[in-house]
């Protein structure tokens, strides 16, 4: 690889030899044969210098390539999977527009890769209402060529929904440019059957779902908070007649703010019932054994733990609590604001604050009473820094979010995490939650895959030692024998 260094990006090779994950995966991609590793590698560095994907950006691709609506990220499938749609009849075969159309299926996926390390993705190719001007074989190969050889592990599974008879030999086609590894992740769907994959929230109505999400341009339609959001969830009168037990532990817990308040939630009555609030909102009693998390995310305004995911039981043994814990590592104030996906699940404490510097807050994220965690539930946590001279009140902060440049604001998003299981002790469970931070379930395949190649090395090496074991007693033997038949020369020479 470094006889190529020319051919290659250096910001390329500079991750290659500092991100151990990111060569992990391409063994892993390649089952572990380091030839096939090594040229997977080499394509992909000279690809990705081809087609400058550390530099492209928004304002780099034209206008109309975001506008035209074939391409973007929206929502999950039922394995919390982010999915990236492509709108086959928004698509109209053009040389001459290819390389642009390229690139921006490579923005795309290096945006995300970016943003949410390399988690990967299901493609929807939705080919309803399409024809014979739709069908480009050489950009659909693209697509497939860039999960194949270009970003390992990044492909979970390819869901085409409705593809016509005429397309049938064509996928043909792409079959054998898949490989027998990839073509069991060819799911061939219709509105009878798309549901096993994808549920109806994320499914636009012609597919059979109920997501009412329309693409438009702008904003850029790359993140999971595309519906509009208050800041937290709805009081529901399920939590204002809470058990004894959950209103000894936690405590009584006052209504909460949204900058677009919601009808249903409490109203306050006077400033200083405002005020009363966010001082709760700061000194939030923590739920009961819950410890800080061993993951931190160091952003370059707040460190938050944990880094990526927060642990929910299930429905009907879980822990429905989680901290967030935010640090503030500025020599200013920083504001916040957590939003979530699933505003009427969750009560987030408090939502829309501060954080002064160099000291630490916690965020308590609860869920209401009749809900369940979910994996496809996203929390996203945006940050600024203030002047040292601005207040930080409720009116401060509000005006505050409507003038800071967008430029000047941290993001960083958490998964949810759903523990399984049957109902351990509530110490244990809770325990568990905030401590011990368990692998992601769509990370389960390739653990195991990288367990069996352990042991296969493991049982390649033990061969190894076995055979060196015979070969030394058989030459042991050889040495005794020889040695023997030259004692016996010896004496006979005498004799």
Not at 34 to 48: A, G, N, P
Not at 198 to 219: N, Q, R
Not at 445 to 469: A, G, K, M, P, S
Request: charged share 25%; aromatic share 10%; net charge negative.
């Amino acid at each position: 690889l470094l006889d190529k260094a020319d051919k290659y990006d250096a910001r390329d090779v500079e991750r290659l030899q500092q991100d151990d994950q990111w060569v992990e995966s391409f063994l892993v991609w390649r089952h572990d044969v380091v030839d096939d590793t090594l040229k997977m590698i080499d394509e992909s560095f000279q690809w990705r210098k081809e087609y400058t994907v550390n530099d492209l950006t928004e304002s780099a691709l034209p206008k109309w390539l975001f506008e035209s609506g074939a391409l973007f990220l929206h929502g999950y499938d039922k394995e919390g999977y982010k999915l990236f749609w492509f709108r086959v009849k928004h698509h109209v075969r053009d040389p001459k527009q290819q390389l642009e159309k390229k690139k921006l299926v490579a923005f795309w996926l290096e945006h995300y890769a970016k943003r949410d390390h390399g988690k990967p993705l299901t493609v929807v190719f939705d080919m309803s209402e399409t024809g014979i001007s739709h069908i480009d074989l050489d950009f659909v190969r693209f697509i497939v060529n860039c999960f194949t050889d270009y970003y390992p592990n990044f492909l979970t599974k390819i869901v085409i929904f409705e593809m016509p008879w005429i397309m049938n030999a064509a996928f043909k086609i792409v079959k054998g440019w898949l490989g027998p590894d990839a073509i069991s992740m060819l799911k061939f769907t219709n509105k009878s059957d798309v549901q096993e994959y994808i549920s109806a929230e994320y499914l636009p109505p012609h597919m059979g779902g109920t997501d009412s999400f329309k693409y438009s341009y702008p904003p850029l339609v790359d993140d999971d908070f595309q519906t509009p959001l208050c800041e937290n969830g709805p009081v529901t009168s399920e939590d204002e007649h809470e058990s004894k037990e959950e209103i000894e532990a936690d405590t009584k817990e006052p209504g909460e703010l949204s900058e677009e308040p919601n009808p249903n939630q409490r109203k306050m009555n006077s400033v200083e019932q405002i005020t009363k609030s966010e001082e709760t909102d700061k000194t939030e009693i923590k739920p009961k054994n819950a410890k800080k998390a061993l993951t931190t995310f160091k952003g370059p305004l707040l460190h938050i733990s944990p880094a990526e995911e927060l642990h929910f039981g299930s429905k009907e043994t879980g822990e429905r609590k989680c901290l967030i814990v935010l640090t503030n590592v500025t020599k200013n104030i920083v504001a916040f604001k957590v939003r979530t996906t699933a505003p009427e699940k969750y009560r987030v404490k408090p939502s829309n604050s501060s954080c002064e510097p160099g000291t630490s807050l916690d965020i308590v994220v609860s869920l209401h009473g009749g809900f369940a965690a979910s994996v496809q539930d996203r929390f996203l946590i945006m940050a600024a820094e203030m002047d040292q001279s601005a207040a930080a009140g409720v009116p401060e902060l509000t005006q505050f979010w409507k003038e800071v440049p967008r430029t000047k604001v941290m993001e960083h998003r958490l998964r949810c995490h759903v523990v399984e299981g049957s109902k351990p002790s509530s110490l244990t469970l809770k325990e568990s939650t905030f401590n011990t931070p368990a692998k992601p379930n769509e990370d389960l395949h390739v653990q195991l895959t990288h367990l069996l190649q352990i042991n296969r090395r493991l049982q390649e090496q033990i061969d190894r030692c076995l055979w060196f074991q015979q070969l030394s007693l058989v030459l042991s033997l050889l040495s005794v024998t020889v040695v023997a038949f030259c004692f016996y020369l010896a004496y006979v020479q005498r004799s």
